[in-house]
């Protein structure tokens, strides 16, 4: 377990140059209510995929009853920072990660999530976003990670909805019903319900354990 965790860890803080250049690839999971484990009961996650097939994100939806000079260590001036800092999941708690929007790609690694969006730990990329006044960010305790083939497997286990990452989503001020918002959406019958027509899907439509739509079109083709 150490082992896999400082694996993330790596992944999450040294990204090599190339991992900047892929495709935007993050998705959201969305839990269904027979998911029981605390870490991800009634939890929004968006997540996205490294080039050696880890896959890392961060919990959308569960804001810190602290404000952000409590959380961020002493390097860190909490700034400009007016948001609640996020339990980003359960994986290094200690560790601050930046969800953020960029018209440019960072100088300091990151992990392309959405066109504009990066996820990052590296305390260049937090430090400069601290000093800007209009930034487009949210600062999160921790992340969540999934061994290679994890996360297939637990979709397999029908744990999760997937749904398609929207960057108004992931920056909601209020996420106190946004886990309930997606969970209507996904589970809605015109977003989950059998496709009529073989080998066709809608756009943004995916049944729950067809991982040739929840993650292949999406996650998987950075393999």
């Given at each position: 377990?150490?082992?896999?965790?400082?694996?993330?860890?790596?992944?999450?803080?040294?990204?090599?140059?190339?991992?900047?250049?892929?495709?935007?690839n993050g998705?959201?999971?969305?839990?269904?209510?027979?998911?029981?484990?605390?870490?991800?009961?009634?939890?929004?996650?968006?997540?996205?995929?490294?080039?050696?097939?880890?896959?890392?994100?961060?919990?959308?939806?569960?804001?810190?009853?602290?404000?952000?000079?409590?959380?961020?260590?002493?390097?860190?001036s909490s700034?400009?920072?007016?948001?609640?800092?996020?339990y980003g999941?359960?994986?290094?708690?200690?560790?601050?990660?930046?969800?953020?929007?960029?018209?440019?790609?960072?100088?300091?690694?990151?992990?392309?999530?959405?066109?504009?969006?990066?996820?990052?730990?590296?305390?260049?990329?937090?430090?400069?976003?601290?000093?800007?006044?209009?930034?487009?960010?949210?600062?999160?305790?921790?992340?969540?990670?999934?061994?290679?083939?994890?996360?297939?497997?637990?979709?397999?286990?029908?744990?999760?909805?997937?749904?398609?990452?929207?960057?108004?989503?992931?920056?909601?001020?209020?996420?106190?019903?946004?886990?309930?918002?997606?969970?209507?959406?996904?589970?809605?019958?015109?977003?989950?319900?059998?496709?009529?027509?073989?080998?066709?899907?809608?756009?943004?439509?995916?049944?729950?354990?067809?991982?040739?739509?929840?993650?292949?079109?999406?996650?998987?083709?950075?393999?």
């Amino acid at each position: 377990m150490r082992t896999r965790v400082l694996a993330l860890a790596f992944a999450l803080l040294a990204i090599a140059p190339a991992a900047l250049a892929q495709p935007a690839n993050g998705v959201l999971l969305v839990a269904k209510p027979s998911i029981v484990d605390p870490n991800f009961s009634g939890t929004v996650v968006v997540v996205t995929q490294a080039p050696d097939a880890e896959t890392v994100g961060v919990i959308l939806n569960r804001p810190l009853p602290l404000a952000a000079s409590e959380v961020l260590p002493p390097e860190l001036s909490s700034g400009n920072y007016r948001d609640p800092v996020y339990y980003g999941g359960p994986v290094m708690r200690e560790v601050i990660i930046a969800l953020f929007h960029a018209d440019r790609p960072p100088g300091a690694p990151a992990f392309h999530v959405l066109k504009d969006v990066y996820l990052s730990m590296q305390p260049d990329n937090i430090k400069l976003l601290l000093k800007e006044k209009h930034a487009r960010y949210r600062l999160y305790a921790g992340f969540a990670g999934w061994a290679p083939g994890q996360l297939e497997a637990e979709l397999k286990g029908d744990g999760w909805y997937v749904l398609p990452a929207e960057e108004d989503l992931l920056f909601k001020h209020d996420t106190s019903g946004l886990w309930q918002e997606l969970l209507d959406r996904a589970s809605s019958p015109r977003v989950s319900s059998p496709i009529k027509r073989p080998g066709q899907r809608r756009p943004g439509q995916c049944q729950a354990a067809a991982l040739d739509c929840a993650l292949s079109k999406v996650i998987l083709p950075l393999r």
